[in-house]
């Protein structure tokens, strides 16, 4: 992956310091308790689900009982485990303790299910929360964290385990997507008025996955943790964060909000399925419970998978879903759900109805090929591709990305501003990157942030983001040279909330380019 930085010097204090779990970290003062390691430009991380990563883990084992322990990305973590023991004690009890100071421990636990059953657990020490779960017989989902980001005294045991002779007689089922409505999406938008497309925006919901990797496990338990006895408002600088962890939406992060992590465990989300209906008349709002009556918007890349596929590189705030939809000349309404395509498709909640706006967008994002360069060039020719966005409001950050065509142009550059040519934002911390994520041959996915800097006051208006410079390395002509992806959840306007888009940016036609030999 190529990366540009501007300004260098800058970027390199703020990376300073930060541990990050992608390529680099990339921290702005703005946001210093909210981004944290947080890579806008990172690819996405694939999380395997519990029932994979258990297959495959590790163990530390005393007699028919295996401990293993795992981190966020359902991935071993191999530091714990080492540092994990079993002791039996002199009344038959299990007990885990680990030989050195950590922040928190998410750990699975199988045992013999055919010949014994668990009882009781016993986890309670200062300073800390625990959650004991029976996932199925035969697996326990053992979960300490110390709260105030504190460390757990490793002369205590994480937990004491009871067990009695006997099988269980009441397997435990699996948690599904489509039992907890408050994991319907809320906010769904859409725009384009009076074109063949349209452009859906929307925020991931999934109750219990409070460290957003797409499934609930125990590692979830850590966020409470780390934000124990936090009580915030929608003014609060850290809401994104604070609100996701939040379960039962009462404004405070406290024990109550384990509930919603035993009552979804292992429920797991693989993105989102588009339902389109057309409207009888403009103003109509369409019932989604109408049979027959909506069709699944296909993904192009994949029509076998969710329409917008979920994608995730470490954010901490809900992910921000963007599609674009070729629905044709006419009014129309959307709908999307949760959908887990791992194995039998789930499908969760509906969300709000949205129809096509009749009104002008809230913002709009386009190329333009900057002067003197147009869509005619030739091979060995560089120019500057402007990304604009039109008539937005309060805006303090944008993170957008799109295709390029490789067999026609390669990226060489991305820069806020250059000789007459400026920013809209004012003089903003800037990141640029090539080949950040999948995309379909022969296009390649480039992306950038552009950021006010602390202190700065948001903006209102129309004009460029960023220009991203390429080179024609090849002739020929393509209509698309230029395009946004289908659906992605890196396109988004931040106001000075962070994590909470301002507006549902239209996403404008490809642009054209024609290179001769």
């Given at each position: 992956?190529?990366?540009?930085?501007?300004?260098?010097?800058?970027?390199?204090?703020?990376?300073?310091?930060?541990?990050?779990?992608?390529?680099?970290?990339?921290?702005?003062?703005?946001?210093?308790?909210?981004?944290?390691?947080?890579?806008?430009?990172?690819?996405?991380?694939?999380?395997?689900?519990?029932?994979?990563?258990?297959?495959?883990?590790?163990?530390?084992?005393?007699?028919?009982?295996?401990?293993?322990?795992?981190?966020?990305?359902?991935?071993?973590?191999?530091?714990?485990?080492?540092?994990?023991?079993l002791k039996r004690g002199a009344g038959g009890e299990l007990s885990i303790w680990h030989a050195q100071p950590v922040p928190a421990a998410s750990l699975y636990l199988r045992y013999d299910a055919s010949a014994q059953h668990f009882v009781a657990?016993?986890?309670?020490?200062?300073?800390?929360?625990?959650?004991?779960?029976?996932?199925?017989?035969?697996?326990?989902?053992?979960?300490?964290?110390?709260?105030?980001?504190?460390?757990?005294?490793?002369?205590?045991?994480?937990?004491?385990?009871?067990?009695?002779?006997?099988?269980?007689?009441?397997?435990?089922?699996?948690?599904?997507?489509?039992?907890?409505?408050?994991?319907?999406?809320?906010?769904?938008?859409?725009?384009?008025?009076?074109?063949?497309?349209?452009?859906?925006?929307?925020?991931?919901?999934?109750?219990?996955?409070?460290?957003?990797?797409?499934?609930?496990?125990?590692?979830?338990?850590?966020?409470?943790?780390?934000?124990?006895?936090?009580?915030?408002?929608?003014?609060?600088?850290?809401?994104?964060?604070?609100?996701?962890?939040?379960?039962?939406?009462?404004?405070?992060?406290?024990?109550?909000?384990?509930?919603?992590?035993?009552?979804?465990?292992?429920?797991?989300?693989?993105?989102?399925?588009?339902?389109?209906?057309?409207?009888?008349?403009?103003?109509?709002?369409?019932?989604?419970?109408?049979?027959?009556?909506?069709?699944?918007?296909?993904?192009?890349?994949?029509?076998?998978?969710?329409?917008?596929?979920?994608?995730?590189?470490?954010?901490?705030?809900?992910?921000?879903?963007?599609?674009?939809?070729?629905?044709?000349?006419?009014?129309?309404?959307?709908?999307?759900?949760?959908?887990?395509?791992?194995?039998?498709?789930?499908?969760?909640?509906?969300?709000?109805?949205?129809?096509?706006?009749?009104?002008?967008?809230?913002?709009?994002?386009?190329?333009?090929?900057?002067?003197?360069?147009?869509?005619?060039?030739?091979?060995?020719?560089?120019?500057?591709?402007?990304?604009?966005?039109?008539?937005?409001?309060?805006?303090?950050?944008?993170?957008?990305?799109?295709?390029?065509?490789?067999?026609?142009?390669?990226?060489?550059?991305?820069?806020?501003?250059?000789?007459?040519?400026?920013?809209?934002?004012?003089?903003?911390?800037?990141?640029?990157?090539?080949?950040?994520?999948?995309?379909?041959?022969?296009?390649?996915?480039?992306?950038?942030?552009?950021?006010?800097?602390?202190?700065?006051?948001?903006?209102?208006?129309?004009?460029?983001?960023?220009?991203?410079?390429?080179?024609?390395?090849?002739?020929?002509?393509?209509?698309?040279?230029?395009?946004?992806?289908?659906?992605?959840?890196?396109?988004?306007?931040?106001?000075?909330?962070?994590?909470?888009?301002?507006?549902?940016?239209?996403?404008?036609?490809?642009?054209?380019?024609?290179?001769?030999?």
């Amino acid at each position: 992956m190529r990366t540009t930085f501007v300004p260098l010097i800058l970027l390199i204090a703020l990376i300073a310091g930060c541990a990050s779990q992608t390529n680099w970290g990339w921290q702005m003062s703005q946001f210093d308790m909210r981004v944290a390691s947080y890579d806008p430009l990172a690819p996405s991380i694939d999380v395997p689900t519990l029932d994979r990563a258990l297959a495959t883990a590790q163990y530390v084992q005393l007699g028919g009982y295996r401990l293993t322990a795992l981190n966020m990305l359902n991935t071993p973590d191999t530091a714990l485990l080492g540092a994990l023991r079993l002791k039996r004690g002199a009344g038959g009890e299990l007990s885990i303790w680990h030989a050195q100071p950590v922040p928190a421990a998410s750990l699975y636990l199988r045992y013999d299910a055919s010949a014994q059953h668990f009882v009781a657990a016993q986890t309670k020490r200062a300073g800390a929360i625990s959650l004991v779960l029976e996932v199925e017989p035969g697996l326990l989902a053992v979960g300490v964290v110390a709260t105030g980001g504190g460390t757990l005294d490793p002369r205590l045991p994480l937990a004491t385990l009871t067990f009695a002779a006997g099988a269980a007689t009441a397997p435990r089922a699996a948690a599904m997507i489509t039992q907890d409505t408050r994991s319907a999406v809320r906010n769904l938008t859409v725009v384009g008025e009076g074109a063949d497309q349209a452009t859906l925006q929307w925020s991931e919901r999934h109750t219990g996955d409070f460290d957003l990797n797409g499934e609930v496990n125990i590692a979830d338990l850590t966020p409470i943790g780390a934000n124990f006895k936090k009580v915030f408002t929608t003014s609060d600088e850290n809401y994104a964060k604070y609100e996701v962890i939040d379960g039962d939406e009462n404004g405070e992060i406290n024990l109550a909000d384990l509930t919603p992590i035993g009552a979804n465990f292992r429920s797991h989300i693989s993105g989102y399925d588009i339902y389109r209906t057309p409207l009888l008349s403009p103003d109509e709002v369409p019932s989604v419970d109408e049979a027959g009556r909506w069709t699944k918007v296909e993904n192009s890349a994949e029509p076998t998978g969710p329409s917008a596929p979920r994608d995730w590189n470490g954010q901490n705030f809900r992910l921000v879903y963007t599609f674009l939809d070729q629905s044709g000349v006419g009014n129309f309404g959307w709908y999307v759900v949760p959908v887990n395509y791992d194995a039998t498709p789930e499908r969760g909640p509906a969300s709000n109805v949205a129809t096509v706006s009749l009104i002008p967008p809230n913002a709009s994002l386009s190329f333009e090929i900057q002067p003197p360069a147009g869509p005619l060039a030739n091979v060995n020719d560089e120019f500057y591709l402007a990304i604009l966005v039109n008539n937005v409001t309060g805006l303090f950050s944008a993170n957008v990305r799109f295709e390029y065509d490789s067999t026609l142009v390669q990226y060489v550059e991305g820069v806020p501003s250059f000789t007459g040519h400026d920013n809209l934002l004012t003089d903003p911390l800037f990141i640029s990157a090539d080949d950040v994520g999948v995309a379909t041959a022969p296009y390649v996915l480039v992306g950038f942030n552009a950021t006010e800097t602390k202190g700065t006051p948001a903006v209102d208006g129309s004009g460029a983001l960023a220009y991203i410079k390429f080179k024609c390395i090849g002739a020929g002509v393509n209509s698309e040279c230029f395009r946004f992806p289908q659906s992605t959840s890196f396109i988004y306007l931040w106001g000075t909330t962070y994590g909470v888009p301002v507006a549902t940016p239209e996403l404008g036609v490809p642009q054209i380019l024609n290179v001769g030999g």
